[in-house]
């Protein structure tokens, strides 16, 4: 049917405002008259017009007795914006298709009703999952106040992320690294370990064009970042927070004179408390973070229940012994039947390498 078909294309259209607008939602927007398309936009970057705006004012025609299909509830509360409402009201358009309603309880069925209350035909629910899988990083934000956590990494077939000499470039193949770059930029932030950064130096940006540079956050218990490292040294390009437990303040002012942010929490197991970091973290608008981090902050990340979904890269690749390095360590589960559980996986290829994604079951 038509109006699937000019859903789609409305989501098709918000993606392109990923990594660019958080922490608002991907928005995408259609306007349909007499069949025919005559206005398309979509939320293109935080403080900028939302995705039903643009829309009407891309179009060249009258909008008397259109149709707007619109990914996510119009907004009806004045903020950065003024509301959606007001311009759909106000430009003529007859029916509203929404695909789903906004988490958001500043919204949540208000914009609905507002429209049907001046007399605009509202229909809700079309292509509902697809719409809300668009949302999903924003609807866990909005709830919770805290980042959406993806924790990634990439292994071989015997499940090594380093040979036993710690060597891990490179486990997977340029396909595969460039999409982690895309995914770095469609990220808010990215995180890893001390432990990381001493062994590899990372930059830890993303490399393509038309993406932003996420946040880095180093998880740095004991405030032992070099300040010759990568990371310190291009601070003031790329914003970077280390999160951090000492509390030395002269110790503290060589990295923030160097452009980097410090971020302190209490101690948890002799290592940074995660929860409370995610609080602070939400409290600073990031609202999606990509864990890069090594077995140990990956254990502590899982253990702290911040992780909400994993994409794992498997290498063709066996790299054998004892003393390669695990993905996940820390002290693990006793018995099988207290392992983590995941959603089913879906399946992706990049070359010889392929891409695991799941959701975290609680």
Not at 157 to 175: F, L, P, V
Request: proline letters at 4%; glycine letters at 10%.
């Amino acid at each position: 049917m038509d109006e699937k078909k000019f859903m789609a294309l409305a989501i098709e259209l918000a993606e392109k405002g990923r990594g660019k607008v958080n922490p608002n939602p991907l928005v995408g927007a259609v306007i349909v008259k007499d069949g025919e398309v005559i206005g398309r936009g979509y939320h293109e970057e935080y403080g900028r017009a939302h995705a039903e705006v643009n829309a009407i004012n891309s179009s060249k025609k009258s909008l008397c007795g259109s149709t707007m299909y619109v990914t996510l509830e119009p907004c009806c509360h004045q903020g950065t914006n003024s509301p959606c409402t007001e311009a759909i009201i106000k430009s003529g358009i007859s029916e509203v298709v929404v695909g789903t309603l906004d988490p958001n309880p500043i919204v949540a069925g208000k914009g609905v009703g507002i429209l049907k209350a001046k007399g605009i035909n509202v229909k809700v629910g079309f292509l509902e999952e697809e719409c809300k899988e668009l949302i999903k990083i924003f609807s866990h934000y909005i709830k919770t106040k805290t980042p959406y956590v993806t924790m990634k990494y990439a292994m071989t077939m015997d499940g090594k992320i380093a040979t036993k000499t710690n060597k891990s470039k490179w486990i997977t193949g340029d396909e595969a690294r460039e999409n982690v770059h895309k995914t770095r930029g469609e990220y808010a932030g990215i995180m890893v370990g001390i432990n990381t950064v001493v062994n590899d130096d990372p930059m830890l940006t993303c490399r393509l064009e038309g993406f932003y540079n996420p946040i880095r956050i180093i998880c740095d218990t004991n405030l032992i970042l070099s300040l010759d490292s990568k990371i310190v040294r291009t601070a003031r390009k790329v914003r970077t927070i280390i999160a951090t437990c000492n509390r030395d303040l002269k110790k503290q002012r060589e990295y923030i004179n160097l452009g980097c942010e410090i971020l302190v929490t209490d101690m948890k197991d002799g290592h940074i408390n995660l929860s409370q970091l995610m609080k602070k973290l939400g409290e600073m608008k990031i609202d999606s973070i990509l864990l890069e981090g090594g077995g140990t902050l990956n254990w502590s990340a899982l253990e702290g229940g911040i992780v909400k979904s994993l994409q794992v890269y498997i290498a063709p690749k066996l790299f054998g012994g004892l003393h390669g390095i695990s993905p996940i360590r820390g002290d693990g589960v006793s018995d099988p039947i207290n392992s983590i559980k995941l959603s089913p996986p879906t399946v992706k290829y990049f070359g010889s390498d392929i891409l695991l994604e799941s959701e975290v079951l609680f």
